[in-house]
């Protein structure tokens, strides 16, 4: 219940084009689902960030939506620039404090952006 | 505002040895988180701690503990490494209990056990 299951594994999107990764939790008690981009050799970084509360969020390129019935989310890149190439990990939290493990990563995505 | 450190930033280490890690969260986060990441598990939680306090724990052996002190810097410690010990360790700060709000990364240390 506590899994975070990420979609595709690895991506490759051409210059321009949109890169699409899904993820998917359980646990209805999470209710903070943050995306975070991580280059080599660096720690992750937030990028965006949505609540159970709103089903869209845009920032800039980068566009998350949230579709609570189905228990899933997803990451929207549009116009995917090679500087976007990097691994990223979608997130679930819950705000409850439940002394046990309350922020849940997914596998990661590695996204390659051709020039 | 100066980000997350962590020291050091890459260390040796032999079977049987025990490692400390130390992590500076940004000033005036109280929370400090941990996570394990390697390339076949991906970042796993270890533990959080909130004003000196463990308030969250992941699914690690005993031989992982940590601590946090009063300026909330935090340490992490290894007792006994072993061969799968190997991995890029971060720490998370934010203002909050970590489930609250925005977790902020440090670079890591990435540790490796011969």
């Known amino acids: 219940q506590q899994q975070v299951k990420q979609s595709p594994q690895s991506l490759i999107v051409q210059k321009g084009g949109i890169s699409i990764i899904n993820c998917a939790y359980e646990?209805?008690?999470?209710?903070?689902f943050p995306w975070y981009q991580q280059f080599p050799g660096k720690g992750p970084a937030l990028l965006i960030a949505?609540?159970?509360?709103?089903s869209e969020k845009k920032e800039g390129r980068f566009t998350i939506s949230f579709n609570k019935s189905a228990k899933q989310f997803s990451l929207h890149i549009m116009d995917s620039q090679p500087g976007d190439s990097a691994t990223y990990f979608c997130?679930?939290?819950?705000?409850?404090?439940?002394?046990?493990?309350?922020?849940?990563f997914g596998p990661g995505t590695r996204l390659s952006v051709l020039p | 505002k100066a980000g997350v450190t962590q020291t050091p930033r890459y260390l040796i280490k032999t079977r049987g040895q025990q490692v400390t890690l130390s992590c500076s969260p940004i000033?005036?986060?109280?929370?400090v988180s941990w996570y394990q990441q390697t390339p076949g598990q991906g970042l796993q939680f270890l533990f959080e701690?909130?004003?000196?306090?463990?308030?969250n724990k992941g699914n690690f052996p005993g031989r992982f503990s940590g601590r946090q002190f009063s300026n909330s810097r935090s340490e992490m410690n290894v007792s006994t490494l072993e061969l799968g010990d190997s991995a890029l360790y971060l720490c998370?700060?934010?203002?909050?209990?970590?489930?609250?709000?925005?977790?902020?990364f440090g670079p890591g240390t990435r540790l490796t056990v011969l």
């Open positions: 949505i609540r159970p509360d709103v």
């Open positions: 997130a679930a939290s819950m705000s409850r404090d439940n002394y046990g493990q309350n922020f849940v």
């Open positions: 701690y909130f004003s000196e306090t463990q308030r």
């Open positions: 998370a700060s934010s203002l909050r209990l970590a489930g609250r709000g925005e977790q902020f």
């Open positions: 000033s005036g986060h109280r929370s």
């Open positions: 646990n209805t008690a999470f209710d903070y």
